[in-house]
């Protein structure tokens, strides 16, 4: 595994996130429903790990909904979140990037994933959601449907760096991360939320075993 060195986002890398929220660069400006799922070499849908409530879930490869925030108001209107918790590179991710382990020993969930219509810079990532089924209703089971709107948010380069990082595992965390000011980078400076970028596109992922 090749160890994450100094990693430190490029200028264009900031210009692409800058740009983020206008049409032509994560959604298009034609409404487009992707059915493509990832596979392996056997053609089996790839699983994704995924942080509930601080435990391991699993997620089948999605079908995204691009634009679906202007296409399909209502699905979107009553998708739930999942995040991306990225941690930047200092060059662009291709299909041929080994890899990472941070120094603190962790290997990000998707390491690398290159999920359809996913920018490049964003291919290292954890997945965060809310809860899953099994958590109780009040840890959201009877929410966690299938369709999922995609918020991106980044890691510091100086916090995932540390030998004491350890990894956002639940909503609740995030907040607090959010709140604490030293987590993530301010990714959408001049947005309502500077440390999210809400890509308007929706994801179809359902919650399955680990065994599916």
Not at 8 to 23: D, K, N, Q, S
Not at 26 to 38: C, E, G, M, T, Y
Not at 144 to 159: D, H, R, V
């Amino acid at each position: 595994m090749r160890a994450l060195g100094k990693i430190v986002p490029t200028i264009g890398l900031f210009a692409f996130m800058a740009g983020c929220e206008r049409p032509g660069i994560v959604q298009p400006s034609a409404p487009n429903v992707s059915s493509v799922a990832l596979h392996d070499a056997m053609g089996k849908p790839e699983i994704d790990p995924t942080w509930a409530n601080g435990k391991t879930v699993y997620m089948i490869g999605p079908k995204m909904i691009e634009n679906a925030r202007e296409t399909q108001p209502n699905l979107y209107k009553h998708a739930e979140e999942l995040y991306l918790l990225v941690f930047p590179q200092q060059g662009l991710p291709t299909p041929n990037s080994p890899p990472i382990t941070l120094p603190s020993g962790y290997q990000p969930q998707c390491n690398p994933c290159f999920h359809p219509g996913l920018p490049a810079p964003f291919v290292f990532h954890d997945h965060v959601i809310a809860g899953a089924p099994g958590m109780g209703n009040n840890g959201t089971a009877g929410a966690m449907k299938a369709p999922w709107k995609l918020i991106l948010l980044m890691y510091k380069p100086e916090y995932v760096a540390s030998p004491f990082f350890t990894p956002i595992k639940s909503e609740e965390e995030l907040d607090a991360a959010e709140q604490a000011g030293n987590v993530f980078l301010p990714i959408n400076q001049g947005g309502e939320n500077a440390y999210e970028i809400e890509t308007g596109n929706v994801l179809i992922c359902p919650i399955v075993s680990s065994h599916a």
